[in-house]
Nanobody, 127 residues
């Protein structure tokens, strides 16, 4: 499986960005996808995940109401729409795919459950 993330950039606080992650190599719609982020000097942090069918999502409290995850299985693509961006959202954002099934938000928010990772895309929010 290969994951290719894109869409990062520099934006002012209060602005918006949309990240994309294109997957290849597996039947995309079978698998949950997620976005994680990692800021300099900090651990990798769960942002959001979405079930293969798109009908179940989880969000970190820090992004609820501002970020929206979605997917287009016909295009093998997952998106992260980020609105009302804050300087503390600055990080490298990674998309990830999990093969094995789990249960619940805690399970799917653990980065070590995910099998495949994209290369990361930098998001920088200026104040």
């Amino acid at each position: 499986v290969q994951l290719q993330a894109s869409g990062g950039g520099l934006v002012q606080a209060g602005g918006s960005l949309r990240l994309s992650c294109v997957a290849s190599g597996r039947t995309f719609s079978n698998y949950r996808m997620a976005w994680f982020r990692q800021a300099p000097g900090k651990e990798r942090e769960f942002v959001t995940s979405i079930r293969g069918s798109g009908d179940n999502t989880y969000y970190a409290d820090s992004v609820k109401g501002r970020f929206t995850i979605s997917r287009d299985n016909a295009k093998n693509t997952v998106y992260l729409q980020m609105n009302s961006l804050k300087p503390e959202d600055t990080a490298v954002y990674y998309c990830a795919l999990v093969v094995s099934g789990g249960y619940g938000s805690n399970w799917y928010s653990s980065w070590d459950k995910y099998d495949y990772w994209g290369q990361g895309t930098q998001v920088t929010v200026s104040s």
